[in-house]
């Protein structure tokens, strides 16, 4: 029962998690006429984000897998939640970039690995359906944090209040969080002596502990393991897309068939959001009861989800009708769905549990940092070529995901079996 609780918390911090990310982009009209920043500035912010991902997460993941995962976390909720509150006092391009995209960004970084590690060593058999659950958390954000914040401006008016109240509320759930769970942590220390080189001292939760982790050996336990890092290639590849998609896909659809960008917006954000958020959900429980007797088939449904995509992104390039292309996007959000319920359980499966907070920092790194080139690439060749450019670069993806699926694929049939770890 402890593990649920435990997964019912950290799905309310990741609400919150999203819900954060979604705030400046939906507040753009207003923070722009009260603060006069430029369209280049607000696009600096979101810039100098992605880059602040990237550049700390090999750092959240040495914390994860070297401190005390539950303290971690609870440290990150309040620490970002502070910040987002602070965000409201801001009132131009340094503050916005110093608060939010630097300090409140750094902060958020430290919850993932260690939220992703905790939940796979608590849910041993239900690993896929406890992530699952916790990724509809993030979808949920994303289709109701728009709602949320207009009633907020309803009630409020100001910009400032709606960072105001989403910064208490999460710190509420870190003070909670830290009550239930700091005093009875999992501990990172060196097993003593008395345990043996292969024994494992007892923490004051009753789990067991880990042993001192350096950032060295994180990175051998994930560059150093082909089959994590095949794993990890689909990821890169979804992130790629996925960015693409929500950076251009409403200006694509809106220039080649003559409609208004906000119709288009929510008829880009809604549906696929809601099919991502219903397959992840789903997939989780049929992955978990599946992969008892196959234990590669997390490794073949995010195989299998990449070469579904393939066709769908050559079908939106050269769609003829908004209709076709709205559809084909409700396809992709079940692809997201499907590869999405098993994204860190597929690397989990071949790296030791040690090791897993480094992973998701590590993946993470090339997932920000080569997705964070996808709204500039798609600018450019839109720029030069105009909608044709983007008919040809969203095609393009499919080749990209095909490419991910043959390196997932080679693990699936000769790495797997070697680097599998059974816990």
Not at 146 to 161: D, K, P, Q, T, Y
Not at 226 to 241: D, N, R, T, W
Request: aromatic share 16%; with cysteine; proline share 4%.
């Amino acid at each position: 029962m402890k593990k649920w609780i435990t997964l019912a918390f950290l799905c309310l911090a990741f609400f919150f998690y999203m819900s954060d990310r979604q705030l400046f982009g939906l507040l753009v009209p207003l923070i722009q006429e009260e603060t006069g920043m430029s369209k280049m500035q607000i696009g600096l912010v979101d810039t100098v984000m992605y880059w602040v991902l990237a550049l700390a997460m090999p750092f959240s993941g040495f914390a994860g897998d070297r401190w005390p995962r539950t303290r971690v976390i609870a440290l990150a909720i309040l620490g970002w939640g502070t910040l987002t509150l602070l965000t409201g006092f801001m009132g131009g391009l340094l503050g916005f970039i110093f608060i939010r995209s630097v300090v409140c960004t750094s902060v958020q970084t430290f919850y993932g690995p260690s939220a992703y590690a905790l939940m796979a060593d608590e849910h041993k058999t239900t690993r896929t359906t406890a992530l699952s659950l916790h990724q509809g958390a993030m979808y949920t954000g994303m289709l109701t944090s728009g709602a949320l914040v207009a009633v907020i401006l309803a009630h409020f008016g100001s910009w400032r209040w709606v960072y105001f109240l989403f910064g208490g509320a999460t710190i509420l759930v870190g003070i909670a969080f830290a009550a239930a769970y700091w005093r009875n942590s999992d501990v990172a220390t060196t097993p003593s002596p008395s345990h043996g080189a292969q024994g494992a001292a007892r923490s004051p939760g009753g789990g067991e502990s880990r042993p001192s982790k350096s950032i060295r050996a994180g990175m051998k336990a994930f560059f150093g393991n082909p089959a994590a890092l095949c794993a990890g290639s689909g990821y890169v590849a979804l992130i790629f897309s996925a960015n693409a998609c929500m950076s251009w896909a409403p200006t694509f659809i809106a220039e080649k068939f003559s409609l208004d960008v906000g119709t288009v917006g929510k008829g880009v954000m809604f549906g696929p959001n809601l099919a991502a958020m219903i397959t992840v959900l789903a997939a989780g429980f049929v992955t978990d009861f599946f992969v008892r007797r196959f234990p590669r088939f997390r490794l073949g449904i995010q195989i299998a989800a990449l070469l579904c995509g393939v066709p769908l992104f050559a079908v939106f390039g050269f769609a003829h009708s908004a209709g076709m292309c709205f559809s084909v996007l409700v396809g992709w959000g079940i692809v997201r769905g499907l590869f999405q319920s098993n994204t860190f359980t597929s690397i989990f499966d071949v790296v030791p549990p040690e090791s897993r907070a480094s992973a998701v920092g590590f993946v993470n790194v090339f997932a920000y940092v080569i997705g964070s080139f996808a709204p500039v690439f798609f600018g450019m060749i839109s720029q030069r070529w105009g909608v044709r450019g983007f008919e040809v670069g969203f095609a393009t993806l499919g080749a990209l995901l095909a490419a991910a699926a043959a390196m997932m694929a080679f693990s699936y049939f000769r790495l797997f079996k070697k680097y599998r770890v059974e816990k």
